[in-house]
């Protein structure tokens, strides 16, 4: 599939519905109505429900992978700096889309094994990228691994939590906590 193909078209609709509703929502008829199209047009494109779903799995798990191994390529910086600025990356600025996606897709995982398998390679390369990250700080490959994982748990955890006291607070618990994934854990 090239960039800016008219499959991506109905892979980006595809996405829209799977953030505002879940995998359920994800239904041809749904998204000819968003896109302003006939089924039709869906049809040229793939078989069927099951071929865009498909091609939506591959398309997240593929720009996935890429970005994270893109943003954790040391490029002339140290791998604590980079550690920093993939925290920076992950808590300044929430990509509230972008965490629906992770979520429906997550949620979608439970009952699907396709799914289940995309997420699994995404979750497999995030942590093997920034654990070589922590090995590059001097962590021994057990102790790296583990860093990697909170660092991800963090990541992740830290996006769903609206601590009371505002944008303020938040911003201080992120750095402080970010502080003890890169100095105490490296």
Not at 24 to 41: D, F, I, P, Q, S
Not at 138 to 143: A, H, I, T, W, Y
């Amino acid at each position: 599939m090239t960039a800016g193909s008219k499959d991506d078209v109905w892979i980006g609709a595809g996405f829209a519905e799977l953030a505002r509703s879940g995998v359920e929502g994800v239904r041809v008829e749904v998204l000819a109505k968003n896109l302003g199209v006939t089924k039709g047009g869906f049809y040229r494109r793939f078989r069927d429900r099951a071929a865009l779903l498909e091609a939506m799995l591959q398309n997240w798990s593929t720009g996935r992978i890429a970005a994270i191994e893109a943003q954790t390529s040391l490029d002339g910086v140290s791998a604590r700096e980079r550690l920093k600025a993939l925290i920076r990356l992950y808590s300044e600025r929430m990509n509230t889309e972008g965490m629906a996606v992770e979520l429906a897709i997550r949620q979608w995982a439970r009952a699907d094994d396709n799914a289940a398998a995309a997420v699994a390679s995404v979750d497999a390369a995030r942590l093997k990228n920034v654990g070589q990250l922590y090995r590059a700080t001097g962590l021994p490959s057990e102790d790296a691994d583990a860093q990697a994982f909170l660092f991800y748990s963090f990541i992740f955890g830290q996006s769903l939590l609206f601590p009371e006291r505002g944008p303020r607070k938040r911003a201080q618990l992120v750095a402080k906590s970010a502080e003890k994934l890169i100095d105490d854990g490296a």
